[in-house]
């Protein structure tokens, strides 16, 4: 069956030519030469869940991008029950520098679930691209007849020694290892590349919004704007150290009145969430409004009213959502570590922050310069619009793949 992109009575496929008013003709003729070199491939992305999460986020604006540029290229989830995924979330939760007790017993449901799942998945495409830890193991279930790639988009900084060796014997069969910047580089013989992600700035999380649109968003939840909003947007997940906001928040209002605005949504390869967001709640104050949502319209919104945007992580392979809230023109507060100090330049575009002391008197130095968000706001747009938009990464996707080609 032939699928019908230029279905009349439908919407399209996002193609390079929308973000030509963006990146400019030369840029755009050169992704366009690329692509069309590619056209006859076949190509699979594996990943382990639909939405929540910056991975879902990437794959469902590239994947349709890719096919807007004539290659095919397909999307699947592996499908796992919670014990599954709370034996993935502990590995992601020490790939990224906690501790793990990994039993035979973890071993045998990690193994035997990808196991499953490849029994099921038929991937015999030209490029075979796997997400994160949760599927790694599919290769081994496969007679490879094509190139296949591992997209680790964790914080590999400091990963477990122990659990790093076991995975290591899964990725060593790959042809090629992508992780977001060169310090996440491991000591394998397999080929590593490094490639940073990056927005759809026309996705409902990044497209304009009105002032009214706005409004509406935040009447819907309830978001009081009396005050400065300071916002933080991410999954109920330690690293994102929603503590440490809530920490800085309180310090910071001893000089400046705000109102602080966590939201998160829980994906469905991330069964930790849930107790992270309640045990959260329970210390609820008049001024700090936790949310548990899949909206991202809301998050839209919030981003572009906010006054400050923070991401302290304490750990970030990259934060899609720092580069999200720069496209709009906030002023990010982002701790310093991973991803986030190669999207923010200290001072220049956005703030880093290395505790939450120093997160509290960033907060407060913004609020009291409301000028900022004019002056470091378009100095993140910009840094957004020439490194982080999609075009970038669907070129550094489309070099990647075709020096297997060659
Ligand atoms: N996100 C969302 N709703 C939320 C929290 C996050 O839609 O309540 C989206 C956010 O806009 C971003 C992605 O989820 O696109 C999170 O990606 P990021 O790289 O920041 O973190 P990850 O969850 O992958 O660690």
Sequence with gaps: VDFRADNPNHSTLPSIDDYEPLIGSETADRIRGKAEKLRDLHIVNVNSTYYGGGVAEILSSLTLLMNGAGIRTGWRVIQGRPDFFSVTKRMHNALQGGEIYFSDLKQDIYEEVVFENAARMHLD???????????????????????????????????????????????????????????????????????????????????????????????????????????????????????GVIDAFNIARKQVDATLVLVGNIATDDPEGQEIFESLCSSREERIRILSVQDSA?????????????????????????????????????????????????????????????????????????????????????????????????????????????
């Design 298 to 406: 809301f998050v839209n919104a919030l981003q572009r009213r906010a006054a400050v945007v923070l991401q302290k992580s304490l750990r970030e392979g990259f934060g899609l959502t720092v580069t999200e809230a720069m496209w709009k023109g906030a002023v990010v507060i982002g701790g310093n570590v991973g991803g986030i100090k190669h999207q923010i330049e200290d001072g220049v575009n956005g703030f880093l922050v290395d505790n939450v002391q120093d997160a509290a008197e960033q907060i407060v130095r913004v609020l009291k310069a409301p000028e900022l968000r004019a002056t470091v706001g378009a100095q993140a747009r910009e840094t957004v619009r020439s490194k982080f938009l999609m075009t970038r990464l669907m070129e550094d996707w489309l070099d990647l793949i075709s020096s297997f080609e060659a």
């Design 125 to 243: 495409h030209d490029v075979v691209i796997v997400h994160d830890p949760q599927p790694l193991p599919l290769i081994d279930h496969f007679r490879k007849k094509a190139p296949w790639i591992w997209r680790c988009h964790v914080d590999l900084t400091k990963p477990d020694p122990k659990l790093w060796e076991y995975l290591s014997g899964f990725v060593e069969r790959y042809d090629a290892v992508v992780v977001s910047l060169p310090e996440y580089a491991q000591k394998i013989s397999t080929p590593q590349r490094f490639i940073m992600p990056a927005i759809n700035p026309f996705s409902t999380t990044n497209k304009d919004l009105t002032e009214d649109e706005i409004d509406d968003r935040l009447r819907h939840y309830d978001i009081p704007t009396d005050l400065p909003l300071v916002v933080q947007i991410s999954r109920f997940d330690k690293w994102k150290d929603p503590q």
